[in-house]
């Protein structure tokens, strides 16, 4: 386990991640537009986005599987790996949401569901290409998520809704996908 915690580089992305969350949780809330039909988002998509990005290569690479033989699941490895990697930036962003700041938890929010995405991606299509799945659900967001200057449902991050409930959605699709990531594992397009 501690040779999966060091070749995923755990320490640097949890900085990293907590520098993002900083970001997103303070500043979340300027919108930001958008080229193309889909308007403008909120900077916190933006930035949950990209920690979104950055924890990908660390769940692809989160087993040297040609070098040992591990005790545990690669799904549960990369979960504990991300929780790991996640923790300071979701304290984060639950300090700034007590201390008043809406974007705190809107960011935590949206950044729990943007990998929630990106484990169903990995568990159900590939995990090698996990990473494409937020960015593709962004840019579909972007180019038909609004519909007379309304945001559809499916879209939900790019409206400014209620802080308690973009977390509530977030929240509840990782604990989903974590439960399906830990019990089905990852899935490999080669074989190792």
Do not use: E
């Not at 900083?22 to 979340?28: A, H, R, V, Y």
């Not at 990209?50 to 545990?72: F, M």
């Amino acid at each position: 386990m501690r040779l999966a915690f060091k070749t995923s580089r755990t320490t640097w992305i949890a900085v990293v991640q907590a520098t993002l969350a900083l970001i997103g949780s303070g500043f979340g809330a300027i919108i930001v537009g958008l080229p193309g039909p889909g308007g403008d988002a909120p900077l916190a998509l933006l930035i949950a986005l990209l920690a979104t990005l950055l924890i990908a290569p660390g769940i692809v690479h989160t087993w040297p599987k040609d070098r040992t033989v591990p005790s545990r699941s690669a799904g549960v490895i990369a979960l504990l790996i991300v929780l790991a990697q996640l923790a300071p930036s979701l304290l984060i962003a639950v300090v700034v949401g007590v201390s008043g700041g809406p974007a705190g938890p809107s960011y935590a929010g949206i950044l729990l569901w943007l990998l929630a995405i990106q484990f169903t991606a990995g568990v159900m299509v590939s995990s090698t290409y996990q990473g494409v799945a937020p960015a593709l659900y962004i840019l579909l967001c972007t180019l038909f998520g609004r519909i007379d200057s309304v945001v559809q449902p499916w879209a939900w991050p790019l409206a400014g809704i209620n802080p308690a409930l973009s977390l509530l959605l977030g929240g509840t699709a990782f604990v989903l996908a974590s439960t399906l990531l830990a019990v089905v594992g990852l899935h490999r397009s080669t074989p190792n």
